[in-house]
């Protein structure tokens, strides 16, 4: 039996998601071995993405299988306001198995995506938007220069976008190639051809610059192009031919994959090397509010207004509620 009528059915308005939605994907199993420094990289992460983005977002947070204590802690931060929505699952789904459920269910018009071990620096939100907006045929734009073309020269988009004289060979400074090996812990031999191989780089109508190749790892695009590439498969729990796929409808989709110059993100891995400890050192160390939760007009006649503005004051929404609770039980017994 109901009694009384509930509330959310006199005119209470949704949420309006924010134009940018961020969405992480974390895969904890246990704090030992690999994953012993696992809980640290994941604050650095989450406070970097919070600290260094320029713009309002909403972060959604899809815990693919952690143990209990990365549970915890990521109950911990959504009830301190830094996670919008928190998925957790008892079991591994696979990476693309997850991105089935995150690009599916955001609904903000433009969506990032970030393993949990990648750290942002600030000025990475302006670079990768300059890319979206100012190439039309933009689909994935990942914030650190990509080395790897994870489509193995056989992408399409680029050769019917772009003539052979329209690409330029770029060499980036060998720093921002030593900290990209690192994050990947490559081989000296892949070290070395990184070192000596320029990129490809294309300029749009206006003169930007833009790496050929994009990440996984670290991505923004439009909502409308990553929900064409669903589903993927997922029958693995981290598969690079099941990655693959995910770029290769991209690529089908006659969308580029693009990449900034600069290093606006790196890969963390598994552990803090020497080289990025002080960045991440600041981050932990920097007191930082959690974003505020955006609240909707009250709209109406001016009492109203009034009287909505102040139920939303912390202090008098206590003596509200409990107005509201003894009323609620006055007219229910009527």
């Known amino acids: 039996m109901r009694l009384g009528q509930n509330p959310a059915r006199i005119d209470t ?33 989450l406070l970097s993405l919070h600290a260094h983005t320029e ?18 802690f990521l109950h911990e931060m959504q009830a301190a306001g830094w996670i919008r929505w928190l998925v957790t699952s008892e079991v591994n789904l696979g990476k693309t ?30 670079a990768s938007r300059e890319l979206l907006e100012g190439f039309p045929q933009a689909g994935i734009v990942t914030a650190q220069p990509c080395f790897f073309d994870i489509l193995r020269g056989e992408g399409q988009a680029a050769g019917r976008l772009f003539a052979p004289h329209q690409v330029e060979a770029y060499t980036p400074d060998p720093e921002v190639v030593e900290e990209y090996c690192r994050g990947i812990n490559a081989p000296e031999d892949l070290r070395q051809r990184y070192l000596r191989t320029p990129l490809p780089v294309v ?29 993927l498969p997922a029958t693995r729990g981290l598969s690079p031919e099941e990655d693959r796929v995910f770029n290769q409808r991209i690529d089908e989709l006659g969308r580029l994959h693009l990449s900034t110059l600069r290093p606006w993100v790196v890969h963390m891995g598994n552990t803090v090397d020497a080289h990025l400890q002080p960045e991440v050192e600041a981050v932990l160390g920097t007191p930082l509010a959690p974003p505020a939760l ?41």
């Open 203 to 231: 300029r749009n109508a206006q003169g930007v610059p833009a790496v050929l190749g994009a990440s996984h790892m670290q991505f923004v695009a439009r909502r409308e192009v990553l929900r064409q590439v669903l589903p």
């Open 13 to 45: 308005p949704a949420y309006s998601p924010q134009p940018l939605g961020l969405a992480s994907l974390v895969f904890i199993p246990h704090l030992e071995g690999y994953f012993q420094h696992g809980l640290t990289i994941l604050k650095a992460h």
């Open 97 to 126: 198995g997850a991105l089935n459920w995150i690009l599916a269910a955001m609904p903000n018009p433009i969506i990032g995506y970030a393993d949990a071990d990648v750290f942002f620096r600030r000025g990475w939100w302006p």
């Open 55 to 72: 713009a309002p977002f909403d972060l959604l947070v899809f815990d693919n299988g952690s143990c209990r204590e990365v549970k915890v």
């Open 294 to 334: 955006p609240t909707p007009a009250v709209e109406g006649s001016l009492p109203r207004r009034w009287l909505g503005k102040l139920a939303r004051m912390p202090r008098l929404r206590r003596y509200f509620l409990r107005l509201y609770n003894a009323l609620y039980e006055i007219y229910s017994e009527r």
